[in-house]
């Protein structure tokens, strides 16, 4: 079909903030339409597909795969030889791993002119089941040798694909969301009927990689504030990593909310279990009621939320709305419909059964307990976690199962855009296991994303570094967890890789010494008065995306005016690292959070910056005016 497409129409519309390319195209066999929209928010070389294909024969017409965007890249095979591509994987605590290689290390050169015919074969990239970002981050970087980039992402909380492939006039960028072939994909359309695929979004830049995602960068901030707006970057306290692990109660939050709120915390979050018999033990398959467990809060949990409250902080509460524990009362209360299904079946992953939220028996439930929890108990603050990945989808009221899939996730963004529309001020976390489904469907509507679950605090600065590749830095909710074993350097580096984002802090910080409870104080101080830059800046990497196991790992942030470089030196021996076209004629300081720690030494070397740490796990920011 895509052979057939020929443009009848088009249109260009000025809006607030964007322009609108409306192209529409018809196939004379089938009798579809395909209406595409081109965005491009102001002052930014960032452009938003989406194609809407319209039904307009006698007869039904099923669909088994629609391209988000299809560009070509280079003039021809000698131009592919100076092509490089970057994708990153990612799974649950190993988060953002690019890596670049030349695109020939994927479509050998094959001298297609000679054979008069294009390529047959592609380099791809595909995402499984729920998790968007959970093998693969839904995003790649093509660079040529000169400096010209392009980088893309792919806005779905579904599946995926995008892949390269040659022709004899040069490479092909196609990216998709779900198909038959990669994700059991089918859509049938009844006359009149329509079918909108997923966004994707490309950036260019003659900057190289950086340059394309500091434009992705503005792209994704006016996709939020045009969905959402802000929720003032508040400092956020969670009572789970490190600390009491779904384990909550009265003794156990009290300590910790005074001493949250003496460091200068303004929203407390109690993390699972808040709602489990503490004789259960494990809770983990009698999820989904969401009921306050009597047994668990001595004096009630209004007693424990009052107490944040009273402190002066916001609360906030984890939940897990799609799915339910195979031994919950609500696994029999709502109808069968209400329920992923797959050959006749209900989905059961790891002992939880997947909600449908196209059904509105599921919405329902959820819409009462998040209004309970808001109304009743002045929740203003939720941590949405999603930890199982049903698989293909669901074969309910869908052609095929990865249809059903996407359905459902539109479903659920439509269901939390609900709750800020009813209240207003509530903030929502997208964790999603720990970024396994971080995509600009669901963080155009949410407020935080958690890098990671990773809890030791020596492998989080890659994920940190990079995570602001295809999150904005003040979605980049990065954990700062301090811990009473941890020398001053080590809760240092702790606190410094949570600055680099938006600060996530937990840990018994009750226990830590006076020296470790002012650094953490000195921290939250700091991350307050850097919000405004925060929510300004775009990322750069002066060392490059870091591999997993590199001692040295840098980010860089800048918004013109003042730039920021996050150092994390994790080699045994001070060392000396070199920062290229870092200086530029400068000024630089070393922001420490101690002054009693031993300190960094920087000098200007041209336009380089040379960077001579301490011994041992140690971090920094170096500032530049």
Same mark, same amino acid.
């Given at each position: ?389 049903? %698989? ?6 869908? $052609? +095929?199962?990865?249809?059903? !899939?996407?359905?459902?996730? *539109? =479903? &659920? ?84 890789? %949570? ?6 802090? $937990? +840990?018994?910080?009750?226990? !830590?010494?006076?020296?470790? *409870? =002012? &650094? ?106």
């Amino acid at each position: 079909m895509g052979d057939r497409l020929r443009v009848v129409e088009h249109r260009i519309l000025e809006h607030d903030g964007h322009q609108e390319l409306v192209v529409a195209q018809a196939d004379p066999v089938t009798g579809l339409t395909a209406q595409t929209i081109i965005r491009r928010p102001n002052n930014t070389a960032a452009y938003s597909f989406q194609t809407t294909v319209i039904n307009d024969s006698k007869s039904a017409v099923t669909i088994t795969a629609l391209s988000s965007l299809t560009l070509g890249f280079a003039q021809d095979e000698e131009e592919l030889d100076h092509v490089s591509v970057s994708s990153a994987r990612s799974e649950w605590l190993a988060e953002n791993r690019w890596e670049q290689t030349p695109v020939r290390a994927h479509l050998p050169r094959l001298n297609l002119a000679f054979h008069g015919q294009d390529g047959r074969g592609h380099y791809g990239v595909t995402s499984h089941g729920a998790w968007s970002s959970g093998e693969h981050l839904p995003a790649g970087i093509l660079q040529r040798t000169d400096g010209a980039a392009l980088a893309w992402q792919v806005e779905t909380s579904g599946p995926w694909h995008w892949e390269l492939s040659q022709a004899r006039d040069g490479g092909v960028l196609t990216a998709l969301g779900a198909t038959d072939l990669e994700h059991h994909f089918a859509v049938t359309l009844q006359p009149t009927e329509t079918f909108t695929g997923v966004p994707a979004t490309v950036a260019v830049s003659a900057g190289g990689r950086d340059g394309a995602i500091a434009e992705l960068t503005r792209y994704r901030r006016w996709l939020r504030e045009r969905s959402d707006g802000l929720d003032g970057l508040p400092v956020v306290y969670n009572d789970f990593m490190n600390t009491l692990m779904g384990q909550p109660s009265t003794e156990a939050l009290m300590p910790l909310i005074q001493s949250a709120a003496e460091a200068g915390v303004e929203c407390f979050c109690i993390d699972a279990g808040w709602y489990a018999d503490p004789a259960i033990g494990d809770w983990w398959a009698t999820v989904g009621e969401w009921r306050e467990s009597p047994q668990r809060f001595t004096n009630g949990m209004r007693e424990v939320i009052d107490a944040i409250h009273a402190h002066g902080m916001r609360s906030g509460i984890w939940l897990e709305p799609e799915v339910v524990g195979v031994n919950s009362p609500i696994a029999e209360r709502l109808p069968e419909e209400a329920f992923f299904h797959r050959f006749g079946q209900r989905v059961v992953e790891h002992e939880r059964y997947q909600l449908d939220f196209r059904h509105p028996a599921a919405r329902e439930h959820l819409d009462r307990t998040v209004d309970e929890l808001v109304g009743s108990y002045g929740i203003s603050y939720f941590k949405l976690d999603y930890n199982i990945n049903p %698989g293909a989808g669901t074969e309910q009221d869908a $052609s +095929g199962a990865g249809a059903g !899939l996407l359905a459902h996730t *539109r =479903a &659920l963004t439509d269901w939390i855009a609900g709750i800020r529309a009813r209240h207003p001020y509530v903030s929502i976390e997208n964790c999603s296991s720990g970024a396994m489904r971080a995509d600009y469907n669901l963080l155009a509507v949410t407020q935080l994303q958690s890098t990671t679950d990773q809890q030791d605090f020596r492998l989080y600065p890659p994920v940190a570094a990079s995570a602001p590749a295809t999150i904005v830095p003040e979605q980049c909710g990065n954990w700062a967890y301090p811990a009473v074993e941890m020398s001053a350097e080590e809760v240092q580096f702790t606190l410094i890789t %949570g600055l680099s984002g938006r600060l996530y802090l $937990s +840990g018994f910080l009750h226990d !830590l010494e006076i020296t470790a *409870r =002012a &650094l953490v104080a000195r921290a939250v101080a700091v991350h307050k008065a850097w919000r405004p830059w925060l929510s300004r800046s775009e990322p750069f990497w002066p060392l490059g995306f870091p591999a997993w196991d590199d001692e040295s790992v840098c980010l860089g942030l800048t918004d013109g005016t003042v730039t920021r470089v996050f150092v994390w030196d994790r080699a045994e021996n001070s060392r000396e690292i070199v920062l290229p076209g870092v200086a530029r004629g400068r000024k630089a300081s070393v922001v420490s959070l101690a002054s009693t720690e031993e300190q960094w030494a920087v000098r200007a070397e041209g336009e380089d910056l040379v960077v001579n740490t301490v011994p041992g796990f140690t971090a920094r920011v170096i500032e530049l005016r």
